[in-house]
């Protein structure tokens, strides 16, 4: 009898958990999916009263929009998107070229016109099952909430040119086999080249790995937590040569061993190491969801938990509301950017080491810092010489009648660094408004009006039209 009754009680058991998918995958559902082959063109025209562009007219659009205060832009190109996400295998790239005329800055004698040419996007992704492959010119962002209303991530934002890389990982949260999706990771390793004429290092080389937990699943609330390191590193200086370019050098690196040429990274870790820590609980309904954010970011004394290091006063803190039941608006963020203790303002004296002066995004021996093609790789409220900085920032997003807006307004109060303490202080705001017109063979017309008040940049104001025109080449 009580061998029966346990057989009974182990069937029950094993259908009850046989219900459940133990290692819930998207490639366990249909594939409904179907491939398509775009184009893109897109026209940018772009005139301010100031020396510069407005703060967010120019910043975190991949570096497409140049700082002058007067330029025209025009991209064009074919782009093959990932649409089959529930398929075992999926592929995308894309080949856009992008043009760029711009005038000098007023009182510049003789005044001159600039252009240039570049591939925005040059590259080729594939995923086999759950392993992403990437290589080419192709954007990296590593930060959580909304990119399109961030002040930006402290590690790699969208405030530059697209990084030449080859990355292999697992891109999206995927389920950990065995625990019925309540555990899912993700994570790769980046190799990339830096080198471009505004570096100081000529041939600058990146490595870039990250990982990352999140648990909850389906429940309503989720908490995941990512380990972010990337370090500058190799190439030649015009003061100290060849600063190791091998794969002895590339070891050194990838676990932030001392080596190297200089004096500096003998004592050191070779080159030029970020760290970044991202802690985000997630609250999600059916048609909402909110983020609660805090990312860290380290120069200095290895590895600690977020929290506990000497510079645990500094970070991005941020919520991020988004929702589907009313257009009008569908998308909120408001961030606190505080970078100002940077583990005090003495890394030594008299004698002894205090490992303050962390000076962000700047490092002795790569001296055009934490920045590609001239423009800050992470946040673009800082910068290798104003990296002490507190801001506050708020952005929101909707769709009225077919006008779909985003607006964003910004304080940032500037302590410039504790070796060159220059203070200012600046109000910048964007508003953006773009609609499709299908009786205007499916154009798509923006204007983007921005504005920067206070000491940093000066007062002015400027706007931005564009049109863009996207469709289907083919699908199959």
């Not at 950990?176 to 080389?205: A, M, N, R």
């Not at 021996?365 to 010489?385: D, V």
Request: glycine content about 12%.
């Amino acid at each position: 009898m009580k061998t029966k009754l346990l057989i009974v009680l182990f069937l029950i058991c094993s259908v009850s958990v046989g219900a459940w998918d133990w290692w819930p995958l998207p490639m366990a559902q249909p594939d409904e999916g179907e491939e398509e082959l775009t184009y893109v063109g897109e026209i940018n025209v772009l005139s301010s009263s100031g020396n510069t562009a407005p703060s967010w007219l120019q910043s975190n659009r991949w570096g497409e929009i140049s700082s002058l205060p007067h330029s025209g832009n025009i991209r064009a190109g074919i782009i093959k998107p990932a649409t089959r996400p529930n398929r075992w295998f999926d592929y995308d790239g894309a080949v856009i070229l992008s043009g760029r005329i711009a005038g000098s800055q007023a009182g510049v004698s003789p005044r001159r016109i600039n252009g240039t040419g570049y591939f925005s996007e040059l590259y080729a992704h594939v995923r086999l099952y759950i392993v992403d492959i990437t290589a080419g010119i192709t954007p990296l962002y590593a930060g959580v909430g909304d990119p399109s209303l961030s002040s930006g991530s402290l590690l790699f934002s969208n405030n530059t040119h697209p990084i030449p890389r080859i990355s292999i990982g697992i891109d999206r949260w995927t389920a950990f086999p065995g625990l019925y999706g309540y555990l899912e990771i993700k994570g790769g390793l980046t190799h990339g080249w830096l080198g471009d004429d505004c570096s100081f290092v000529q041939k600058t080389l990146l490595h870039y790995k990250y990982i990352g937990g999140r648990i909850g699943g389906s429940l309503p609330v989720n908490i995941c937590y990512e380990f972010h390191h990337a370090a500058q590193w190799g190439g030649y200086s015009p003061k100290d040569g060849d600063l190791g370019n091998d794969w002895k050098a590339y070891k050194n690196v990838f676990i932030a061993k001392r080596g190297g040429m200089t004096v500096n990274e003998l004592f050191n870790a070779q080159g030029n190491h970020l760290g970044s820590q991202i802690l985000c609980v997630t609250a999600k309904g059916e048609k909402w969801n909110i983020d609660l954010y805090w990312q860290t970011l380290q120069e200095d004394n290895g590895f600690h938990f977020m929290g506990t290091s000497q510079n645990a006063a500094d970070g991005l803190w941020g919520v991020c509301v988004r929702q589907d039941y009313w257009p009008f608006i569908n998308g909120f963020t408001f961030e606190v950017l505080q970078t100002t203790d940077q583990s005090g303002p003495w890394h030594d004296r008299d004698g002894l080491i205090f490992a303050g002066n962390d000076s962000y995004y700047w490092n002795f021996i790569y001296q055009q810092g934490w920045t590609y093609f001239g423009r800050t790789i992470g946040s673009p409220l800082m910068t290798p010489m104003n990296s002490r900085v507190w801001a506050y920032h708020g952005g929101l997003k909707g769709d009225i009648y077919g006008f779909r807006y985003r607006a964003m307004v910004t304080y940032a109060d500037n302590y410039g660094t504790y070796k060159n303490p220059l203070k200012s202080h600046n109000t910048a705001f964007l508003l953006e408004v773009k609609k499709t017109v299908p009786q205007a063979w499916n154009l798509e017309f923006g204007i983007a009006l921005a504005g920067d008040f206070g000491t940093q940049y000066g007062n002015q104001f400027g706007g931005m039209i564009t049109i863009r025109k996207q469709g289907i080449i083919k699908n199959w």
